[in-house]
């Protein structure tokens, strides 16, 4: 018939759906999100800014010292047995010196690193970035 609806397979529409819609909007109008905004100071406290060194560790570094499950992390909790830290970046007796060296030469399955792959001012900065603080 023309002007009603069909009620399809046993299906009838709600009636007052847009009443309760307009209670609850009123309702909640006082309850919407403020936009906070954020200042450089606490958008810093949030994300560190990562130094050029910590920038260059993550690159070279970070998918086998940065997390407890990656290769070189584990190889260093298999070697030390938990005596030290296996993650680069919470150890405290990283000496520049040695840092640069094991970059150079490589230790057991870890490659070592021409100068075409991290420059010698690039491999000073992570040095510094995994040196203990004085």
Not at 7 to 13: A, C, F, H, K, T
Not at 78 to 93: C, D, F, M, S, T
Request: charged residues 20%; glycine residues 10%; contains cysteine.
């Amino acid at each position: 018939m023309p002007g009603r609806r069909r009620e399809i397979s046993g299906y009838r529409p709600r009636r007052g759906g847009a009443a309760i819609c307009a209670v609850l909007a009123l309702l909640l109008g006082g309850c919407t999100l403020q936009p906070t905004r954020t200042t450089a100071q606490s958008a810093a406290a949030i994300h560190p800014v990562p130094s050029a060194g910590g920038k260059i560790y993550q690159k070279w570094c970070g998918d086998c010292h940065s997390t407890p499950g990656g290769p070189g992390s584990l190889a260093l909790e298999r070697k030390y047995r938990g005596a030290v830290p296996a993650i680069l970046e919470q150890r405290h007796n990283l000496p520049p010196d040695f840092v640069k060296l094991v970059v150079r030469r490589g230790v057991s399955f870890m490659p070592s690193f021409r100068k075409t792959e991290i420059s010698d001012a690039e491999l000073a900065l992570v040095a510094a970035y995994l040196a203990p603080s004085q």
